[in-house]
């Protein structure tokens, strides 16, 4: 259920784009779906058999800078 000063908001918006509120709405909700699609998207890692993960990973932190007294 949508607010009456939203709905009103996205009319306006439409009216200025010379689309209808159903348009405009349709937009809205397939955006947001796309967001949720991408969010939920399974993030897989890759990795090459013949590096050690652990190197990669020392790699990629450059060393500590020693603590300096102010």
């Keep these: 259920?949508?607010?009456e000063e939203?709905?009103?908001t996205l009319a306006h918006e439409a009216?200025?784009?010379g689309i209808s509120l159903g348009r405009m709405l349709g937009e809205i909700a397939g955006e947001r779906a796309a967001e949720l699609r991408q969010s939920?998207?399974?993030r897989?890692?890759?990795f090459r058999a013949d590096a050690s993960?652990?190197?990669d990973a020392k790699d990629e932190?450059?060393?500590a800078r020693p603590f300096r007294a102010a």
């Design 40 to 42: 939920r998207r399974p």
């Design 15 to 17: 009216r200025a784009r």
């Design 61 to 63: 932190r450059p060393a």
């Design 44 to 46: 897989l890692a890759t």
């Design 53 to 55: 993960i652990a190197e």
């Design 1 to 3: 259920m949508a607010r």
């Design 6 to 8: 939203d709905l009103e």
